[in-house]
C-alpha cells in the first residue's frame, strides 16, 4: 500500500460527507491504521462544496489535509464538485467512484451559468482518471428506502471495491455499532457493496 | 452510553479535535462544563453534555461567553475542576471576567477552551486568541492533533490546580473539527464536594491589593515557565545541529513534518514543535536556537512565536547567540493572513533550501485547470431547502421596496448572516459580531438631526437576541433611537448545530425551563413588538411596512422553526410538485422566478421541457414557491 494512503470525499453540503468519511475512517481505525480526517469546511453551512481527506498511514498521524495533486482515491457525491476536486487533487493514478446525479448550483438556478452536460464531465473525469466507476448511487438508496442515503450507497461501493486495504467487514461493524442491526443504513450499505462487486 | 465515555483505558477510537478535548476533560474529572455555541468550539460542550448524565456532570450553554467562564470559574472557585470552550470572539466577549480572574485565581483546575479560526471559514474575524494567553498572564497549550488535544485538556486541569491560575487551550478549525485516532486512558470518577471559604474574599482586588495579586500572577508564571521546559509537549526532531530550524504548534507541526518528508530534507532541517507556547521555554528555545543555522516560523494567524522568541534572542546575544536569521510572516516566506497548509510550508522550505517539488506532471495539472474552468460552475452558499430566513429576506426585500425609501439594513451573526448574500436577496448591508447589528442601528438611529432620514432596520436570530441584543434594545428604548429590530426566531441556534436558547423551553440537558419569549421581553420594556410567520408572505410584508412607518424602537418577531430541528425533520413533509400543463415556462413574465430568484436548491429547470420543476430528493415542502408562482403551477399535497 502507498503510506500515506489519500482519499477523497467530496459533495455538497447537506449530502453526507462528514457521515461517509467517519465510517470510511473508523473502519480504517478499526484495522489499526493511524487516521487522519480532515473536512475542508467547518460543516456550519449548507449548499457549497464540501470535501473530506481521509488519510491512512502504517507510520504516523499525517496532517488532515492531504497536499494537492496527491489524491488516491475519490468518492465523489456530485459530478462537477467530483471534477473541480480531481482539478486540485489528482494524478495519472487516481481512482474515482461517482454518483452521476448533479445538484445544481444557485448560480445555475439564477441563469448566470449553465450546468455541463453530465456525460462530458464524467469524460473529463475518465480523462484524469486511471479507473473511473459511476454508481448510481441516489437510484440504490431509494431502494434502501431513502434517496439520502446515497453517501452510505456509496462508502458500501468503495469498500467493495477493493481500492481500499480494508476489509468489507469492518465497514458492517461500523455501521452497525453506529446504528444497529437493523437500520436502513446497514441496508444501504449492503446495496452499495452488492453495486460495487457489479 | 456516549462516544466520548467509553471506560476502556487503550482503545482507539478516532475523534474530532474537540471530543478529544471533551474525552481530556473526563479524564481529569472535570464536573462542570459550560459555553456558548460558536464555531468551531460548540462540540466541546456537546460531547461533555452526551456523557453529563453517566458522569454525574453539569453542563449548560449559558445565554454568552462572559456567563460561561463566570459559570465555570465560581465553580473552579468552590474546588471542581471546570471548562468553559468558546470560539474566538467569545473570548472578547468574557475578556473582562479574565482579565480579572488571572489575579483571583482558582483552587479547583479551571480550563479555558478557545476555538480560533484561521481563513476565518465560519467567523468574521481571524482573531488570534494567543494573544489574551499573554495578554492576561495565563499558561497557554496548543495541541497539535486530537490525541495530544486529550493529553493537553487533561495536563491543563493539573497545571491550572497546581498554579492556582486558570489555563487556556488553544484549538483551531482545522484541529478541533478534523479527526485522529485517539488512545483512551483511565476515566477519573471521584466526584469533589464544593467548599466556598471567604474570607479571604475571591477578588482581584484594588489599589495596592491589585498589584499585589499581580505579582503573585508573576510568580504563577515564572513557576509555568519552570515547568514547561521539561514538558514533553515540547519535542524536537531533526539532527543536532539543523541548516535550519523549523518552530511551530498546533497543527502547523503536521504540515511542517510532511513537507520536510516529502522535500526529503530530514538530514538538514530540524523541527521544534512547541506545545506550551506562553509563557516560553526560555532555556529549551535557547538550546535549539544555539543549534540552528536559520530559524522559520510556521504558525498560523499572528507572530505570536515569531515576535517573542525574537524579542527573547534579542536577550540571549548577551549569552552568545550568535545573529540568526529569522523567516516567517515578516519576511513573507509564511503568509500573515489564512490557513496554512503543506503546500504553504513546502513553498517557503524549497525557496529558503533551493529544492523543487513537484506533486504531478505539469501537463496534468494544466489540463486538469483547463477541464475544470471549463466545465465546472461556481457553487456559492444558499440557505437550505424549506430555510424560513428565505421566506423572511423575501418579505423584507419585498417591503423595503415598496416603502421606497432606501431603509440601512444592518445584519449580524448566524446562518442569516447569508442575508448579505444573493441567497438572502443582498437585503443586508453590514456584518461584524454578535449584537452589532442592532447595536449599530441604535447609532444609524440617531442621525436624523443631522439630515439623515433614511429608515434603520436590523435583523438578528434569536439566540443572537438573548446573547448579545438586549443591552442595545434597552438602549434603543431608553435614547428613543428610531430602528425596526427583527428577529428571525427559527427556535434553536441554528448555524452551530441546533443548540437550546433561552426561549427553548429547555435547558442543554433537556429539563423543562420556562421559555423567554423576544416578544415577552420587549413588552416588559415598553417596545412595540408583533409576531408573524414569515410562510405567511403576504402578512409579514404588510405587518413589516406598517412598522417602517413607526418612530422610536419596534421589534418585529419572524417566527418559524428550522427545519433541520431533530423534531422538524421527524414530522411528515407535504409532497410539492410543478403542474406542468400550467407552468408557462419562459414564455411566463415571471422570468423562472421559482429556481432564478427565489434561489432555493429544490427548486430546478426542467431543461427538455422548459418548465419548471421540484427536486423532491430536496424538497422539505414548506410550500414558500407555490405561494409566489404567479402561474399557480406548483402544488402542495399536504401529508405528502
Known amino acids: 500500500m502507498k503510506d500515506p494512503l489519500n482519499v477523497l470525499v467530496v459533495g455538497v453540503g447537506g449530502q453526507g460527507n462528514l457521515l461517509a468519511s467517519l465510517l470510511i475512517g473508523s473502519a480504517a481505525t478499526e484495522e489499526g491504521f493511524q487516521v487522519s480526517v480532515g473536512e475542508t469546511y467547518g460543516a456550519t453551512q449548507r449548499g457549497g462544496s464540501v470535501m473530506s481527506h481521509l488519510r491512512l498511514s502504517r507510520r504516523r498521524a499525517y496532517s488532515p489535509l492531504m497536499p494537492e495533486g496527491r489524491g488516491d482515491v475519490l468518492l465523489g457525491f456530485e459530478p462537477v464538485e467530483t471534477l473541480r476536486a480531481l482539478g486540485t487533487y489528482g494524478n495519472p493514478g487516481i481512482r474515482v467512484m461517482v454518483n452521476p446525479r448533479p445538484v445544481y448550483p444557485l448560480e445555475v438556478l439564477s441563469g448566470q451559468t449553465k450546468y455541463p452536460e453530465v456525460e462530458k464531465v464524467l469524460e473529463a473525469i475518465r480523462e484524469l482518471s486511471k479507473e473511473v466507476v459511476v454508481v448510481e448511487a441516489t437510484e440504490l438508496a431509494k431502494e434502501a428506502g431513502d434517496a439520502r442515503m446515497q453517501n452510505v450507497v456509496m462508502v458500501g461501493c468503495l469498500a467493495a471495491s477493493g481500492w481500499l486495504p480494508l476489509r468489507p467487514e469492518s465497514f458492517r461493524k461500523v455501521v452497525v455499532e453506529l446504528f444497529g442491526e437493523n437500520s436502513p443504513n446497514l441496508r444501504a450499505l449492503e446495496l452499495g457493496m452488492a453495486g460495487g462487486r457489479r | ?640
Open chain 2, 1 to 640: 452510553m456516549s462516544r466520548i465515555g467509553l471506560d476502556r483505558p487503550g482503545k482507539r477510537l478516532l475523534l474530532s479535535g474537540n471530543e478529544g478535548i471533551a474525552r481530556g476533560a473526563l479524564e481529569a474529572g472535570v464536573q462542570v462544563c459550560s459555553g456558548y455555541p460558536g464555531n468551531p468550539a460548540s462540540e466541546v460542550v456537546e460531547a461533555l453534555l452526551e456523557a453529563s448524565k453517566e458522569f454525574d456532570l453539569y453542563v449548560e450553554w449559558s445565554t454568552n461567553e462572559m456567563v460561561a467562564l463566570e459559570v465555570a470559574g465560581a465553580a473552579a472557585a468552590t474546588g471542581l475542576r471546570a471548562l468553559t470552550a468558546m470560539k474566538n470572539l467569545g473570548v472578547d466577549v468574557c475578556s473582562d471576567f479574565l482579565m480579572t480572574v488571572n489575579l483571583s485565581g482558582t483552587r479547583g483546575g479551571l480550563v479555558l477552551v478557545t476555538g480560533d479560526d484561521p481563513a476565518a471559514h465560519s467567523t468574521t474575524t481571524e482573531l488570534d486568541t494567543r494573544n489574551y494567553a499573554r495578554l492576561a498572564d495565563v499558561p497557554l497549550l496548543e495541541p497539535s492533533t486530537p490525541q495530544e488535544a486529550k493529553e493537553m485538556t487533561k495536563w491543563a486541569f493539573e497545571l491550572s490546580e497546581e498554579l492556582g491560575l486558570l489555563c487556556m487551550v488553544r484549538s483551531v478549525t482545522r484541529l478541533s473539527h478534523s479527526r485522529g485516532v485517539v488512545e483512551l486512558g483511565p476515566l477519573h470518577r471521584e466526584r469533589r464536594k464544593p467548599e466556598f471559604a471567604a474570607p479571604p474574599p475571591w477578588t482581584s482586588g484594588s489599589s495596592t491589593f491589585t498589584c499585589m495579586f499581580h505579582d503573585m500572577l508573576h510568580q504563577k508564571m515564572r513557576t509555568a515557565a519552570e515547568k514547561f521546559e521539561t514538558s514533553p509537549f515540547n519535542r524536537y526532531e531533526g539532527p543536532e545541529n539543523p541548516d535550519l530550524l523549523l518552530l511551530t504548534s498546533g497543527p502547523s507541526y503536521t504540515y511542517s513534518a510532511e513537507a520536510v518528508e516529502l522535500l526529503g530534507l530530514q538530514d538538514s532541517v530540524g523541527i521544534l514543535k512547541l506545545g506550551t507556547t506562553w509563557p516560553l521555554p526560555e532555556e529549551l528555545l535557547f538550546k535549539h536556537l544555539s543549534h540552528a543555522g536559520g530559524v522559520l516560523f510556521v504558525e498560523e494567524i499572528d507572530p505570536f512565536l515569531e515576535q517573542n522568541v525574537k524579542a527573547l534572542a534579542a536577550e540571549f546575544a548577551s549569552r552568545g547567540l550568535g545573529p540568526l536569521n529569522f523567516y516567517g510572516k515578516k519576511s513573507g516566506h509564511i503568509p500573515a493572513v489564512g490557513e496554512l497548509n503543506t503546500e504553504l510550508v513546502l513553498r517557503a522550505l524549497s525557496g529558503l533550501r533551493g529544492v523543487s517539488y513537484s506533486p504531478r506532471p505539469p501537463e496534468y495539472a494544466s489540463r486538469g485547470e483547463e477541464l475544470v474552468s471549463g466545465y465546472v460552475p461556481g457553487r456559492s452558499m444558499a440557505f437550505c431547502p424549506g430555510c424560513p430566513h428565505r421566506a423572511s429576506f423575501w418579505v423584507m426585500k419585498r417591503a423595503l421596496k415598496w416603502d421606497g425609501r432606501e431603509a440601512v439594513v444592518t445584519g449580524d451573526i448566524g446562518c442569516y448572516s447569508m442575508g448579505l448574500l444573493p441567497t438572502g436577496f443582498s437585503v443586508e448591508q453590514t456584518l461584524h459580531c454578535m449584537g452589532a447589528g442592532i447595536g449599530t442601528a441604535c447609532g444609524f438611529g440617531k442621525l436624523e438631526r443631522f439630515g439623515f432620514d433614511r429608515p434603520v432596520v436590523s435583523v438578528s436570530g434569536d439566540s443572537t437576541f438573548y446573547h448579545a441584543c438586549i443591552p442595545a434594545l434597552l438602549n434603543a428604548k431608553w435614547n428613543s433611537s428610531n430602528l425596526l429590530h427583527v428577529v428571525l426566531d427559527n427556535s434553536t441556534t441554528g448555524m452551530t448545530g441546533h443548540q437550546p436558547h433561552p426561549g427553548s423551553g429547555v435547558t442543554a440537558s433537556g429539563e423543562p425551563s420556562a421559555p423567554i419569549r423576544v416578544e415577552d421581553l420587549c413588552r416588559g420594556i415598553g417596545v412595540e413588538v408583533r409576531v408573524c410567520d414569515p410562510f405567511e408572505v403576504d402578512e409579514a410584508t404588510r405587518t413589516l411596512q406598517e412598522m417602517l412607518k413607526g418612530k422610536g424602537p419596534r421589534v418585529l418577531v419572524l417566527r418559524h422553526p428550522c427545519p433541520l430541528t431533530e423534531g422538524e425533520k421527524r414530522k411528515r413533509r407535504p409532497r410539492v410538485h410543478v403542474n406542468q400543463e400550467k407552468c408557462i415556462g419562459e414564455e411566463c413574465g415571471c422570468m423562472a422566478f421559482c429556481s432564478r430568484v427565489l434561489g432555493c436548491p429544490a427548486n430546478i429547470w426542467d431543461y427538455p421541457k422548459n418548465k419548471a420543476k421540484i427536486d423532491e430528493v430536496l424538497c422539505t415542502g414548506c410550500g414558500l414557491c407555490a405561494k409566489l408562482c404567479p402561474a399557480g403551477a406548483i402544488v402542495v399535497e399536504e401529508g405528502g
